[in-house]
């Protein structure tokens, strides 16, 4: 059981930054981000390889960052230029195996979430 624990969010003005953080406990290949506003469905944000890559949904692209240090099996999530629509509570998952897609329903671990709000 892979346990993650999220960290950073909150409230800021639209136009400012916030960063996340999220710990695992051990190493898996894939792992990312997902979020859900209320009244919404979880949607994925970005997600990370341990070769490498990454991948943004069109949503973020240009706007948010993610990276990872696998020596810390930590991944981060860098947002900048928020908009309040970017609003919701923001999850890292993670999944085993040697692929990674954005889909909720592929990934096998779930942190607990952190919130972050965007005023106008």
């Known amino acids: 059981q892979v346990q993650l624990v999220e960290s950073g969010g909150g409230s800021v003005q639209a136009g400012g930054s916030l960063s996340l953080s999220c710990a695992a406990s051990?190493?898996?290949?894939?792992m990312g981000w997902f979020r859900q506003a209320p009244g919404k469905e979880r949607e994925g944000v970005a997600y990370?390889?341990?070769?490498?890559?990454?991948y943004y949904s069109d949503s973020v692209k240009g706007r948010f960052t993610i990276s990872r240090d696998n020596a810390k099996n930590t991944l981060y999530l860098q947002m900048n230029s928020l908009k309040p629509e970017d609003t919701a509570m923001y999850s890292c998952?993670?999944?085993?195996?040697?692929?990674?897609?954005?889909?909720?329903?592929?990934?096998?671990?779930w942190g607990q979430g952190t919130q972050v709000t965007v005023s106008s």
């Open positions: 998952a993670a999944r085993r195996g040697s692929w990674c897609r954005l889909r909720t329903d592929e990934y096998d671990y």
């Open positions: 990370y390889t341990g070769g490498g890559t990454a």
């Open positions: 051990e190493y898996t290949y894939c």
